[in-house]
């Protein structure tokens, strides 16, 4: 499959790959230059293979609470919130952000790789609440991240300046309503945009064109990925998955046990008291080498887990990866990762591995 | 210079040839962030692994053209292993070889030949 937006990408000399059946830019100049371009300006991300679902009607509340972990019920009108949605066995279906436009208009915007998995979950669920589900997967989806995310799109839409992170706001662009969303995957500020694939096309275009004095450049899928995992976030596939509790990985925060009642709850209450729960943490690795997903991580001569993200930090100019063990780990501690087959020392950090100067 | 289908080149003189990866292969990796050389002395036979070399996404593996003994190493790679990047045909090179087999590198791709493959 392609984006409204594959044209441009080729033009513009990207490198196309495929991701989840979708033919994505995984870089146009090179990632590290792509990376270091988000972290100081601004960068611009076609994240069209994403996709979005309306759900409305009187129970459109009461459905999205129930399904995510993370409490949705009561939240304020347009803000947005990242959660885990997990089936009846407590493993988690995705992570996806919820969008609250009212007690009875929410939009979610779910992961490329599962947006059949999740539509059929979210059918299946809301078979007995009155709501309503639309997908707009045909709608294109654009990030515009980074310090001059903010002035960058203020020439456009004035209301961008009261945009906070976590909050969004409907705007009109050539006629067609568009989303100005205060989230992103980089950790570096600035916007999500959603809207009809015409709009989104133009946008591209006018933000490539405006921002050239913010020193933007588009960034393809390999900068994305370290960007995300300098914040430690998670990615579908690597740190969630079905077989990975979410109070086991580094969204545990979004995992409120103390909510009257989602689904997977009576799963994950099991779970916990069970006390055989793995861990995610992340680690910087103290020797050569660079950890990538699969290398087994041991203490002393016990294995004790994996690695489930890795790679050079272009910020840190560090080696850094984030790994799945049995047990906890404390910050500071040191565990040994097999690279080829030898061991190097890598220590347990907080997370994000990077942080924005405040 | 004699090129390989694994995307190496080696150039030869006497019968030491210096090795590295072609400027499509770098192009195709991406920013190589990270390399691992083979030491000094290592005997290796045509099509063993004995490099590698790792961009922000993945690990590839570099072959040896063919037989010989590892006679030198580019050390300032591991710490600018984006030369290979800057300047994959000369100060991005790798390694060093004695050549075992001459007749080795009859099995190799001439410029021309190597560069049909990768269009």
Wanted: charged share 30%; aromatic share 8%; glycine share 10%.
């Amino acid at each position: 499959m392609r984006t409204g937006l594959y044209d441009r990408h080729v033009a513009l000399g990207a490198k196309m790959v495929d991701f989840a059946g979708w033919e994505m830019p995984v870089q146009y100049s090179g990632v590290i230059q792509e990376h270091i371009a988000v972290r100081e300006n601004v960068g611009i991300f076609d994240v069209s293979h994403m996709g979005r679902v309306l759900i409305k009607g009187p129970e459109a509340e009461k459905l999205m609470d129930y399904l995510s972990t993370n409490r949705i019920a009561g939240k304020k009108d347009f803000s947005a919130t990242y959660t885990v949605w997990c089936d009846q066995s407590g493993g988690c279906v995705d992570d996806l952000i919820v969008y609250k436009e009212g007690e009875d208009r929410f939009f979610i915007i779910v992961n490329a790789g599962n947006r059949d998995k999740d539509l059929n979950h979210l059918k299946k669920v809301a078979e007995g609440f009155d709501v309503t589900i639309e997908e707009r997967y045909q709608d294109g989806i654009l990030a515009v991240q980074g310090p001059n995310a903010r002035p960058l799109m203020t020439r456009l839409f004035p209301e961008a300046e009261n945009v906070r992170p976590m909050r969004f706001a409907s705007v009109e662009f050539e006629g067609h309503q568009v989303i100005l969303s205060g989230t992103g995957y980089t950790g570096s500020g600035g916007f999500e945009l959603y809207g009809p694939m015409e709009a989104i096309i133009s946008l591209w275009g006018w933000a490539l064109e405006e921002g050239k004095a913010f020193g933007i450049q588009p960034i393809g899928l390999g900068a994305r990925d370290t960007l995300r995992l300098e914040m430690g976030f998670p990615l579908y596939g690597h740190e969630l998955s079905d077989d990975i509790f979410p109070t086991e990985s580094v969204a545990s925060w979004t995992v409120k046990l103390d909510k009257e009642d989602f689904l997977g709850k009576e799963a994950l209450e099991k779970f916990e008291s069970q006390g055989k729960k793995r861990q995610e943490s992340g680690v910087v690795l103290k020797g050569r080498g660079i950890a990538r997903e699969g290398y087994r991580v041991f203490k002393g001569e016990r294995q004790i887990g994996e690695v489930t993200s890795g790679t050079m930090s272009p910020s840190l100019k560090q080696a850094i990866a984030m790994i799945l063990v049995d047990g906890k780990l404390e910050q500071g501690e040191n565990i040994e990762i097999d690279i080829r087959g030898k061991r190097v020392q890598a220590e347990v950090v907080p997370l994000p591995f990077w942080r924005k100067e405040p | 210079m004699k090129y390989t289908e694994s995307h190496e080149w080696i150039d030869l003189e006497d019968n030491i040839g210096t090795v590295g990866v072609t400027d499509y292969a770098q192009k195709e990796l991406g920013d190589i962030v990270y390399v691992e050389l083979p030491e000094v002395g290592t005997e290796v036979n045509a099509g063993d692994e004995v490099a590698v070399l790792e961009s922000t996404k993945a690990a590839a593996d570099i072959y040896a053209p063919v037989g010989g003994t590892i006679v030198e190493v580019n050390k300032a790679l591991n710490d600018k292993p984006e030369e290979i990047n800057q300047s994959p045909m000369e100060d991005g090179w790798l390694f060093k070889i004695e050549i075992q087999k001459m007749e080795e590198l009859d099995q190799l791709m001439n410029e021309s030949e190597y560069l049909e493959t990768v269009q």
